[in-house]
């Protein structure tokens, strides 16, 4: 069974600001006293503070808050790329992340041979390879344009190409930022009805947003995320209102 | 998607927490046998960062060639007047040399970059660092054999036969396995420390004139035991002596098992060490 276990997850960025991330300040901090004192307090970014949860098989989770309040950074930590500074994270199953639009494709090679590469970064076999080339050229209809180089593609049809990929794999677990809402609205449903076909089996959603109307109807919980912190974690009918009514009271 | 550690077991497992002791060597081994078992990957990214560099030009990778025997041919007429060298010998001597010194300074300079170039793969999926360093290894193998002609190519002009090839098998595997170290342990550095790549760079330059590769070893007579106290030496001459018909004394062979053997071991230190914060850092 997936699931997703967090246990006062702890992330920090160092920020070696200026010319501290040199050699020159580590010699300088071996040669002379005072420097070492100035060296010593490097500031560092709380991106995630003391976040707790856990995500059983058919939870959909939705992250709202802010920029900066640290989604971001917290499905990278689910999908095991930021490794904990303090705290745990477990995850049981094959995770899907769908981060960044680009995926590691490259724009001079067409959409085939993206998509053959894009398998490879799993490590799949060549009649593997060959299904999912079938499923994701049904799916994002691209017609010739699968032949020709991806950097030729609208932005519609990349996010089209990039959204059939990471969800042809069927990942037990889907982590996604909220980049693939560039779709078109004919894009949005069949999009909608690719997801629900994932999430009805044991898999788990993490998606993170700033539109309330995707988490109201997507997602069956949803965490308030507050400069690092969970602010509130609930349904959404419950969360929603208190998220929308403080943003109101803010601007 | 990203299926975590490069195992294909059915429901895997992955459990982060800071690391200490051993689980950091450990997890670093898992790290370079997950990147070694995704060798498709390494080796599709290699060839094709070669393929796209040269697309739409008409000699396309051969330029490569050409450059590395435009180089032989104009070092090996200056430099076998200028030393009063057979160029029947001095130019097979210098096209191996050359070469190997290319792919040899091609390793270290990509090397520091392997991670900082490789950042947004890095920040979309979970994967071994190591493929990022096998990319560049095999990048770099691909110009080493477009450069390979240069090399046959005098030896057939000069009639000569290569000797003992057989004998390179066990050393081309140890070069291999040393790139693949020295990539890691750079591409480690290179990350936090942005001065490194300079630095490497000018230290390259030192290598290349003490090294022996436009000049042949054979011209140092005093304090010839002291050679050995630059590692790039013994290297060479195992690769290169056997081909040249010259096999290297054992004291050669030692010196290269060592170096080997130090630049693992330094290797695996910084990179258990640091490998958990490279995707911090790019």
């Given at each position: 069974m997936a699931g997703i276990d967090v246990r006062d997850l702890r992330i920090a960025f160092p920020l070696y600001?200026?010319?501290?991330?040199?050699?020159?300040?580590?010699?300088?901090?071996?040669?002379?006293?005072?420097?070492?004192?100035?060296?010593?307090?490097?500031?560092?970014?709380?991106?995630?503070?003391?976040?707790?949860?856990?995500?059983?098989?058919?939870?959909?989770?939705?992250l709202i808050g802010r920029n900066g309040a640290g989604k971001t950074t917290l499905l990278r930590a689910l999908a095991g790329i930021y490794e904990p500074v303090e705290g745990r994270v477990t995850i049981r199953g094959r995770v899907g992340a769908l981060l960044d639009t680009n995926l590691g494709m490259i724009g001079e090679l067409t959409g085939r041979e993206n998509i053959r590469l894009r398998c490879l970064f799993t490590g799949m076999a060549a009649d593997a390879i060959a299904q999912v080339e079938r499923d994701v050229q049904a799916f994002a209809e691209l017609g010739a344009f699968l032949d020709l180089p991806i950097r030729t593609y609208s932005s519609g049809m990349q996010v089209r190409l990039a959204f059939g990929l990471a969800t042809a794999t069927r990942p037990q677990i889907l982590l996604m930022d909220e980049w693939f809402m560039a779709g078109d609205a004919a894009f949005m449903g069949r999009a909608r009805a690719r997801l629900e076909g994932l999430v009805s089996g044991a898999e788990i959603l993490v998606i993170s947003t700033h539109q309330p109307d995707i988490l109201a109807t997507w997602c069956t919980r949803v965490l308030w995320m507050d400069q690092g912190h969970i602010r509130m974690d609930g349904p959404p009918d419950v969360v929603l209102p208190a998220y929308l009514g403080l943003e109101k009271a803010g601007t | 998607m990203a299926d975590i550690d490069g195992t294909l077991a059915a429901e895997p497992v992955l459990d982060l927490t800071p690391e200490t002791g051993l689980r950091h060597l450990w997890r670093a081994l898992a790290d370079v046998a997950g990147g070694c078992r995704m060798w498709r990957l390494g080796c599709t990214l290699g060839w094709l960062d070669i393929k796209l560099r040269y697309r739409g030009s008409i000699l396309g990778p051969l330029w490569l060639t050409v450059s590395t025997a435009v180089m032989v041919a104009a070092i090996g007429?200056?430099?076998?007047?200028?030393?009063?060298?057979?160029?029947?010998?001095?130019?097979?001597?210098?096209?191996?040399?050359?070469?190997?010194?290319?792919y040899v300074s091609g390793i270290t300079s990509d090397g520091c970059q392997v991670f900082t170039r490789a950042a947004g793969l890095i920040q979309a999926a979970r994967l071994p660092f190591t493929v990022h360093a096998i990319r560049s290894v095999v990048r770099n193998v691909l110009v080493l054999l477009h450069n390979l002609a240069v090399i046959i190519v005098v030896f057939a002009v000069f009639r000569l036969m290569p000797a003992h090839l057989l004998a390179e098998i066990p050393v081309l595997a140890l070069w291999a396995i040393d790139s693949l170290a020295l990539s890691l342990a750079l591409g480690v550095l290179g990350t936090r420390f942005r001065d490194i790549p300079p630095i490497i760079g000018s230290l390259l330059q030192i290598a290349f004139f003490v090294t022996p590769i436009m000049w042949e070893p054979g011209l140092i007579v005093a304090g010839r035991q002291y050679m050995l106290l630059n590692p790039f030496y013994p290297l060479f001459e195992i690769l290169r002596g056997p081909v040249m018909g010259e096999v290297p004394r054992l004291s050669v062979w030692i010196a290269a098992g060592g170096y080997s053997v130090v630049l693992w071991v330094v290797t695996l230190l910084l990179f258990s060490r640091l490998r958990s914060r490279l995707a911090y850092w790019v």
């Open positions: 600001h200026g010319n501290a991330r040199s050699l020159k300040k580590r010699l300088g901090r071996a040669i002379s006293g005072r420097l070492e004192h100035d060296a010593r307090d490097r500031v560092v970014v709380r991106a995630l503070n003391g976040v707790s949860f856990s995500l059983r098989p058919g939870e959909r989770l939705g | 007429s200056v430099y076998g007047a200028l030393f009063h060298m057979e160029l029947r010998h001095y130019l097979p001597f210098l096209s191996i040399s050359l070469v190997l010194w290319g």
